[in-house]
């Protein structure tokens, strides 16, 4: 029997449409008396305001978490007058256990209540997460290490930052790992066949992304480029 999941989680989300934010950025509020809010959103006065509410009615706001220090996700903080609890890797807060787990943003937390895991920007709902390089506070290799970290997790449920939650998380960590595995390949592949050119290598490696995202393509070349460079596998002699 598959166990039935008995979260008193609330999912309130922003409007603030974007290209990178899906429908907007997933606020939580979790538990009662007091209420635990997981990543106020931006500061957007309907939305704070549906935040606060939602607290009220569960006994306040006792604790605020934030998953990563994003604007999308951190800026409404000040408007809920509760400073927010920065736990160390593997600290509880408020029932609610912080994992490490950098990639996206250096100072990125996921958030694990039972089976439960809010996965902030690890993981999202719908589509892939951007993973910069260094100069965008990004490392894929930390990235794909922290999937491996929740991979090893027991879990039932995802609440991701962005998108629906997540009821299937192992068969959503594999595609995540498969799908930056995909590039790495493709990406060595046309490395190893001699080509250098990085216009050229983001054109056949990145050939399934549309021309409005060909931008973020390049920034997630980058971060790939610096994982094989990490890993020592990336040729030194790469142009423009
Ligand atoms: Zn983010």
Known sequence: MPRVPEYDVERLTAPNPGPMTLEGTNTYVVGRDPAVVIDPGPSDAGHLDAVRAAATSRGGIGTVLLTHSHGDHSEGVAALGVEPARPADGEQVAGLVAIATPGHASDHLCFVLGHACFTGDLILGEGSTIVGPRAMDGSLGDYMRSLERLRELDLEVLYPGHGPEIRDPQAKIDEYVEHRLMRERRLLAALDRGERSRAA????????????????????????????????????????
Not at 210 to 221: C, Q, Y
Request: glycine share 4%.
């Open 201 to 240: 290598l983001l054109a056949e490696v990145w050939d399934d992304v549309p021309a409005e995202l060909r931008d973020a393509a390049a920034v997630a070349m980058q971060a790939h480029l610096e994982k094989l460079q990490d890993e020592g596998r990336l040729p030194g002699d790469l142009s423009d």
